[in-house]
């Protein structure tokens, strides 16, 4: 019998060539992987390039309030809200940068603001640079201040984010631009707030406020500063109306002591340093874009989703009044003190010489009941409001302002033009296109169909 072939010489080579042909593989997928990694990587470079050079424009319309929160631009987070690199600096001088001959460059803190973003839009206006400082805080919806922000950014104005504690951060803004002029707008705001959140007062109001003029007084050449007073310095003071002269030293509220003192640094650091401040003390200001904490706005919300309002008497059963101040005649006035502010005196920290210091009520001179207000919202909205009568209580509020503005009008001109109810029609108008709110409105009343305003 035959003895078998001899099949050992076959099975080896079929091995030695499925070995082969194995090793073969696994260099060819090695080599496309590294190309892939690379062209991978090399995509990403490219996109990343391009976003830096580029800054992709945002949408001119404003979205609803219910969707802000949901469409908040991650790449513009990314890579312009934090201050330092090359695009970052780009937007910041590019902003600041006056298109006008002899035009100002104006650091706006507050920019996001109601007063803030309004002023920023009316400087742009006219030419002039404008930076913005916001931190965005959660004291109100933020989403509205976003909201602001866009617009502000339609405009080409530019918002850094940052908190004016962060002194790095305000150094670093004045290392790239040689501001002519500070509007200082950011503050805690409101009276009530200040006895469920004391520190944070101190903190914006008087922390904040020494940390800007200690970068602005070692600046090279030190801008000028218009800042951010309030009427309710004036306090228990009874005399009326409230002049410059009026003595500030009896705050009914923590944030009005904040405020005062306020005065009191800004007189320190005009003397010490040659720094030229202008504080202005605001009169109970609203407008479209305003503040969700002020009586006004939230009275124009409950009116409208029916749910009772609280409306004040003072404990001898008088009526509280304001004096309420149209939004644009407050820009007008912060302006024309921006315009008529004198340089700073001093150079690297040092006083080379006096310097100008400055404070000016901006007010309607026009005192409204508080429920005149409500009556005027109620015919606006063409719903009757369900009033609850009250005593005032002791939480910081005064029962009545009234504002002298002759100084302001000896001095830039400054003349309110916009009654309350003409101002409030304005307000409505914006509030109802903004929420997008259906409502019933009076024939002739032009509200309905209209636009939200954009600028001061």
């Known amino acids: 019998m035959a003895s078998p072939a001899d099949k050992s010489k076959t099975i080896k080579l079929e091995r030695y060539n499925s070995y082969l042909r194995r090793l073969h593989s696994t260099k060819i997928l090695n080599s496309s992987s590294k190309l892939l990694f690379r062209a991978t990587l090399l995509i990403v470079l490219v996109l990343i390039l391009f976003f830096t050079l580029n800054y992709p424009p945002l949408s001119d319309n404003i979205p609803n309030h219910a969707h802000l929160h949901h469409h908040h631009n991650f790449l513009s987070t990314a890579f312009f809200t934090s201050a330092g690199g090359a695009a970052w600096e780009k937007q910041v001088r590019h902003s600041s940068t006056p298109k006008r001959r002899n035009g100002l460059s104006v650091l706006v803190t507050g920019a996001a603001g109601f007063v803030g973003s309004h002023c ?134 923590l944030y009005a002591a904040t405020k005062k003192a306020g005065e009191e640094i800004a007189h320190t650091y005009n003397h010490i340093y040659g720094l030229s401040l202008t504080g202005l003390r605001f009169f109970t200001v609203y407008g479209p874009w305003g503040r969700p904490d002020m009586a006004y706005f939230f009275f124009t919300k409950d009116i409208l989703q029916g749910k009772p309002i609280d409306v004040y008497q003072t404990q001898d059963d008088k009526q509280v009044a304001r004096d309420f101040t149209y939004i644009d005649d407050v820009v007008k006035g912060c302006l024309g003190a921006l315009d008529t502010a004198e340089k700073s005196t001093g150079s690297g920290g040092k006083k080379k010489g006096p310097a100008q210091l400055r404070v000016y009520n901006l007010g309607n001179t026009s005192p409204v009941p508080v429920v005149n207000l409500v009556s005027i919202l109620e015919g606006l909205l063409s719903r009757k409001a369900k009033k609850h009568v009250i005593k005032m209580p002791r939480n910081g509020d005064v029962p009545y302002t009234h504002a002298n503005v002759t100084l302001a009008y000896k001095d830039f001109g400054y003349k309110p033009s916009t009654d309350l109810a003409t101002g409030l029609r304005k307000f409505v108008k914006w509030y109802v296109n903004y929420y997008g709110i259906q409502t019933s409105l009076k024939k002739g009343s032009a509200i309905s169909g209209e636009h939200p305003e954009g600028s001061a």
Do not use: C
């Open 120 to 253: 920023s839009l009316a400087l742009k206006k006219r030419g002039d640079g404008v930076l913005g400082l916001d931190n965005f805080n959660s004291y109100y919806d933020p989403a509205l201040k976003r909201a602001r922000q866009k617009l502000l950014l339609k405009h080409e104005i530019f918002i850094a984010e940052g908190d004016l504690n962060d002194a790095s951060l305000l150094g670093k803004l004045f290392d790239v631009v040689p501001f002519t002029h500070i509007l200082h707008l950011a503050a805690q705001a409101g009276v009530r707030y200040a006895m469920q959140n004391p520190q944070s007062y101190v903190s914006s109001n008087i922390g904040g406020f020494v940390n800007l003029l200690e970068v602005a007084k070692a600046a090279n050449p030190q801008p000028a500063i218009v800042w951010a007073s309030s009427s309710s310095v004036y306090g228990l003071n009874t005399q009326v109306p409230f002049s410059e002269s009026d003595r500030t030293d009896q705050p009914a509220s």
